[in-house]
T-cell receptor
Framework: QRVTQPEKLLSVFKGAPVELKCNYS??????LFWYVQYSRQRLQLLLR??SRESIKGFTADLNKGETSFHLKKPFAQEEDSAMYYC????????????FGKGTKLTVNP | KAGVTQTPRYLIKTRGQQVTLSCSPI?????VSWYQQTPGQGLQFLFE???????NKGNFPGRFSGRQFSNSRSEMNVSTLELGDSALYLC???????????FGQGTRLTVV
């Protein structure tokens, strides 16, 4: 079980599209999540793949063939600046979350 | 409904000392997990408790231990502190069957 976020830092300009990459390795069918940590706030769930929701303009599609769960937003806002963590929960619900090392997103004005 | 509460928020300890951190989960949640967060390593899983039993354990030395009480509150203990133990320690609780983790604000431990 491993989650890889290849970019430690990502910087974009306001209004530009943003994509935070996440790849995972797991032999079963995991649940995938994106968590976000804004400055001086607690880590919180942004979205989960089973919900298929768009939260704050972000979407993430689970690609089982490529074992990826990239987070995307068409037009970045300054308030999106934060640390983003991709996480995996193994099939069977053992409640243990495996996190990637995180990507720090900075949206410049 | 109250969120996950961690105490204390900040701690400064000296090398060689030991420390105990506390976590109160969301009411009704029986699973409590602990994570160490550092700038270099990100979030690293320490251990998870469910109904007073350790169910999962990460790759940390035996100096790191924990326990869970019958009311689901959990404590984490680190003995013989080292400078490298300086980190933000996060606790998360999960309801049964719900894989979303709710995090506390963390305890910032500084070892000098």
């Amino acid at each position: 079980q491993r989650v890889t976020q290849p970019e430690k830092l990502l910087s974009v300009f306001k209004g530009a599209p943003v994509e935070l990459k996440c790849n995972y390795s797991y032999s079963g069918s995991p649940e995938l999540f994106w968590y976000v940590q804004y400055s001086r706030q607690r880590l919180q769930l942004l979205l989960r793949h089973i919900s298929r929701e768009s939260i704050k303009g972000f979407t993430a599609d689970l690609n089982k063939g490529e074992t990826s769960f990239h987070l995307k937003k068409p037009f970045a806002q300054e308030e999106d600046s934060a640390m983003y963590y991709c996480a995996l929960c193994p099939q069977g619900g053992s409640e243990k979350l495996v996190f990637g090392k995180g990507t720090k997103l900075t949206v410049n004005p | 409904k109250a969120g996950v509460t961690q105490t204390p928020r900040y701690l400064i300890k000296t090398r060689g000392q030991q420390v105990t951190l506390s976590c109160s989960p969301i009411s009704g949640h029986r699973s409590v997990s602990w994570y160490q967060q550092t700038p270099g390593q990100g979030l690293q899983f320490l251990f998870e408790y469910f109904s007073e039993t350790q169910r999962n354990k990460g790759n940390f030395p035996g100096r790191f231990s924990g326990r869970q009480f019958s009311n689901s509150r959990s404590e984490m203990n680190v003995s013989t502190l080292e400078l490298g133990d300086s980190a933000l320690y996060l606790c998360a609780s999960q309801g049964q069957g719900l894989t979303e983790a709710f995090f506390g604000q963390g305890t910032r431990l500084t070892v000098v």
